[in-house]
T-cell receptor, first 110, second 115 residues
Framework: QKEVEQDPGPLSVPEGAIVSLNCTYS??????FMWYRQYSRKGPELLMY????GNKEDGRFTAQVDKSSKYISLFIRDSQPSDSATYLC??????????FGKGTRLHILP | DTGVSQDPRHKITKRGQNVTFRCDPI?????LYWYRQTLGQGPEFLTY????????KSRLLSNRFSAERPKGSFSTLEIQRTEQGDSAMYLC?????????????FGPGTRLTVL
């Protein structure tokens, strides 16, 4: 079993819809949970992170972590065509290297 | 604002040739990472430096790969005797110690194609 599992998609949704992206993981020692966005031919950029369990909101983006289920989610409200990208979940233990998921390709249809 | 830069952006080489890539991190960042990303996969950790010290190397990094960061600023990644399986995007990232979590900023990557 891979440490981090993420459905590669592609996921296509109409503009304005709520998008839900998810990852599962196996290592209960992970403490930091991150979401990166990667546009085509670019490096990943950090969108947001959470520490341990709980929710975090930043504008149209909400990250959720459920450590009991080893499940993390990213919600995008009022999705825009500019949100079309690959979204990578990532996680790490304290002061350790980051482990990335495969990424989910998201297409927002105008 | 100068982010992480990588050179070249694209490299096409023949099998068996040596290639070298360069990464210039954000100037005040003392940590530097190399990752490899293949199509449909997330970045896979290769190695990392804190200042000029190479602190960790992945098992993915065969003895054909070597990385240096001689003065704790830019870094180079060399692949000797390239193989077709080395074709990938090579990403560099940098960060500053003391940030929690380790907030890494990525460069645009070098896309390597081995013919």
């Amino acid at each position: 079993q891979k440490e981090v599992e993420q459905d590669p998609g592609p996921l296509s949704v109409p503009e304005g819809a709520i998008v839900s992206l998810n990852c599962t993981y196996s290592n209960s020692a992970f403490q930091y949970f991150m979401w990166y966005r990667q546009y085509s031919r670019k490096g990943p950029e950090l969108l947001m992170y959470t520490y341990s369990s709980g929710n975090k909101e930043d504008g149209r983006f909400t990250a959720q972590v459920d450590k009991s289920s080893k499940y993390i989610s990213l919600f995008i409200r009022d999705s825009q065509p500019s949100d079309s990208a690959t979204y990578l979940c990532a996680m790490s233990k304290l002061d350790d290297k980051i482990i990335f998921g495969k990424g989910t390709r998201l297409h927002i249809l105008p | 604002d100068t982010g992480v830069s990588q050179d070249p952006r694209h490299k096409i080489t023949k099998r068996g040739q040596n290639v070298t890539f360069r990464c210039d991190p954000i100037s005040e960042h003392n940590r530097l990472y190399w990752y490899r990303q293949t199509l449909g996969q997330g970045p896979e950790f290769l190695t990392y430096f804190q200042n000029e010290a190479q602190l960790e190397k992945s098992r993915l990094l065969s003895n054909r790969f070597s990385a240096e960061r001689p003065k704790g600023s830019f870094s180079t990644l060399e692949i000797q005797r390239t193989e077709q399986g080395d074709s990938a995007m090579y990403l560099c990232a940098s960060s500053k110690t003391g940030t929690t979590p380790d907030t890494q900023y990525f460069g645009p990557g070098t896309r390597l194609t081995v013919l």
